[in-house]
């Protein structure tokens, strides 16, 4: 077990719930059945979506525990593991305290403070992967620096505080992407700059922080790709095949395993790149890089995820050592499970919230339809175009396993009825 | 939610802890998380062992809840499953009470009494499998009494109530094994019939209910098999294909998937005895048909079991649906998913308790050997012989895939060190 604080008496502290806007942590007390028999350890894991919940099918076949620090009672994660603590992800007490309760720390979200990592880190808990790597998720503008140094392919960019260095930067490239360097995700902190959203840019402008934005050239591609990696504490990497991610509305939408007419040698290309990431940057888990293939065949960095990620759902069903798997084995430092695919084709394509809010009920109709689909719900309220669960096909036949993922994906989210 | 007794106030009535030996049940409150968002149902588990901790993995893909009623704080599946109240399942209160928050009750052994179910029927809860099919699992002299009915292949059978009809039976057959029809399993109960046991068969009949007990005819058998299949309440049924077992001491320890050197005729039969007993006898939610292969190429039926079992464990990682899956999706009543293999041989073998306790280090060295071992363990305790987990296989070469799955079985048991 980690380092805890334990009084004399051995209680653990209270959290100083003042901090906590989410009230202070409330553990789980520790039960006859800690420790769990056989040595097995104690995953916790910071965030109680979908992705903490996709990590417990894994942990309950490994034998490994997990507990969540979940955002709410009733998040998604919560309905499926056993100990999920709610409390506040950015406050140290209540983080220290759910740390004395594992025997290493993860996260399936980049938005724990870095001062409270690195105290964590000071106590003896083990952060995996560590605010050092964790800095280059939570900022692009850190990420696109880095990545430059290490002579990575980028599109290019530009750090930018005032509308001049905009408009100078712009003046360089066909189009601009203005982008804010922390807390964005599904497509949030994203502007594409135009006559229409140059007030909205001027706007981002002022009420950014000293560092600026970034603006990124908009690269014309072809199309996005995604390598994913895993690498343990020691330096073991490993990478899943290179796919095709299609995003609706700054979303992910559809995932194709592996990328449909990528040259070995584009491949090669994009997993080099992921791996070199994931070394160069010290990433401990699994690491999303998403890359846009450009008209001539070059491949650029885009974003990177350290924990598991949407682009990396397909391996669930389509892959012998599921991203979910390799996260904890990963963080856990235990060796790297296969990473091969099990079928020539793996379809993901997401369930997106709808109108239709019965989803239980669409399964009468979809698993008649298709035996053969795989489909993953995450027991979340239905709002509009919310992730809300997604669905698996694998195959021999890609516009087999296409057609029939869309419309399982299509019938559960309302879309159609037949 | 099936019919519930609350008081006025809406309270659920306590259990008469007076009749149950584990205590008055402790159910879970309801909180903000019941019910689920979308319509998901909960599915109640009697039995908190391994057999309903791998039904959790699962219930998570599906948004489906499970509740079991574990026989220990610190079950196999009580480490796995959010709401697990401790409870005796031979007492008609707990039950009941634990009935009222599931939306369906199902299990994962035997051992629920008749009368109880029957109750719960006329209540209005489904009840899956139903007591009148579960009676044939229950009670093996009713089993062999109904196939014979059903012209199914049996070995030769009498029930023997005294010394004298034993001894008629045994000179018609050329070895006997005596059982008892109920409570038997993974060898207990059941006593080959020799001079040595002669005085121990003697004690089973004088302590024998009024029943007697089975005399069976000691087939001579070359292998065992068995047949899974997958029956849904409206009368759809699933075939999975059928395996090769392998016992040692009287429990499961090595399944192969497909059966090697099956005729396509035999399996053909295999599986034509699995459905018909399935449906002639109501089975809903898997039902393992244990077989034996005699020298001459017949098949006979050894043992039932109406829940997920031990031959089947391989579909987790071997098929597209896994028997803990297509039991959730039986018992509620969804159509039942794909059975076929995902890749040409899977191989299982069991974990068995040895002398080693510290199984989580043996991961270690499992994982580094074998990056595409599939490993399950159940968070149980060890004891020698006890079923503590199990491994998994799939692939193109029998015997490498024989060789793989022995060497992380035995290496985790601690049997080899290297």
């Known amino acids: 077990m980690v380092s805890t604080s334990p009084d004399a008496s051995g209680a653990v502290p209270a959290a100083d719930g003042a901090a906590a806007p989410f009230g202070a942590v409330r553990l789980t007390p520790l039960t006859a059945a800690d420790p769990i028999p056989g ?39 919560a309905l499926a593991i056993h100990e999920a603590p709610v409390g506040d992800h950015r406050d140290l007490a209540t983080v220290t305290q759910f740390a004395s309760q594992c025997d290493v720390l993860t996260f399936e979200h980049e938005h724990v403070p ?14 995996r992967p560590g605010p050092a790597a964790l800095g280059f998720a939570q900022d692009k503008l850190a990420m696109r620096t880095k990545l430059t140094e290490l002579g990575l392919p980028c599109p290019s960019w530009a750090q930018v505080r005032t509308w001049e260095e905009l408009q100078a930067f712009a003046e360089t490239v066909p189009g601009v992407v203005l982008k ?4 964005g995700y599904d497509g949030k902190g994203v502007l594409v700059l135009s006559e229409s959203t140059a007030d909205t840019a001027r706007n981002w402008l002022d009420r950014a922080g000293p560092d600026g934005l970034l603006a990124e050239e908009k690269v014309a591609f072809t199309r996005e790709l995604a390598a994913l990696i895993a690498r343990s504490p020691s330096g073991q990497a ?13 979303i992910c939408h559809e995932v194709i395993a592996p990328a449909p007419n990528l040259t070995p040698e584009q491949a090669a290309e994009a997993t080099s790149v992921g791996l070199r990431i994931a070394g160069e940057l010290g990433v401990v888990g699994v690491l999303a890089v998403e890359l846009f293939q450009t008209e001539d065949g070059r491949i650029l960095v885009n974003e ?13 069903d ?73 669905v698996t096909v694998c195959g021999d036949d890609l516009d087999d396993c296409l057609e029939r993922a869309r419309h399982a994906a299509a019938f559960i989210r309302g879309d159609i009825d037949e």
């Open 238 to 250: 490993a990478a899943w095949p290179v796919v095709e991610s299609t995003q609706k509305d700054g």
């Open 114 to 127: 870095g001062p409270i990592l690195e105290k964590l880190i000071a106590d003896g808990v083990p952060v």
């Open 39 to 77: 040595g097995f350890p104690t995953v916790g894991v910071i965030g109680g979506g979908q992705l903490a919940r996709m990590m417990q099918p894994p942990a309950v076949a490994l034998g490994v525990r997990l507990r969540v620090l979940a955002e709410s009672e009733t998040g998604s994660a």
């Open 304 to 316: 990177l995820a350290m924990r598991p990620h949407n682009s990396g759902h397909w391996t669930i």
């Open 318 to 390: 389509g892959a012998v050592t599921s991203q979910f798997e390799q996260h904890l084995r990963a963080v856990l430092d235990l060796p790297l499970g296969e990473v091969r695919a099990r079928a020539p084709w793996t379809v993901m394509v997401n369930v997106l919230g709808g109108e239709y809010e019965d989803l239980y009920r669409s399964y009468l109709h979809v698993m008649a339809h298709d035996p053969g689909v795989k489909v993953h719900m995450y027991a979340k309220e239905v709002r509009l175009g919310r992730k809300i669960g997604h």
């Open 180 to 183: 804010t360097p922390r807390g």
